[in-house]
């Protein structure tokens, strides 16, 4: 397996974990920066929440191909 791989992997399940706490811990961002981009709208909420969830698919798909691109060169 390639470096690639596991910083796709990495990089997914963080993403993953973002979009999760955004949605159980709607505040956080206000919490840890002291800023509020939104003015309580929570529209800066959910733009993370999809950013992140776009994001968590596209490093899925790509570490997959990795995946899949080690297996067929160990098989030949």
């Given at each position: 397996m390639?470096?690639?791989f596991w910083?796709?992997?990495a990089l997914g399940t963080l993403t993953a974990a973002l979009a999760i706490i955004t949605l159980v811990w709607h505040d956080w961002v206000e919490v840890a920066?002291?800023?509020d981009p939104d003015q309580f709208s929570g529209s800066f909420e959910?733009?993370?929440v999809a950013v992140s969830a776009l994001l968590t698919v596209?490093?899925?798909f790509l570490a997959r191909y990795e995946w899949r691109r080690a297996r067929?060169?160990?098989e030949s």
């Open positions: 390639r470096k690639r910083i796709e992997t920066f002291k800023v959910w733009m993370i596209g490093f899925a067929l060169a160990a």
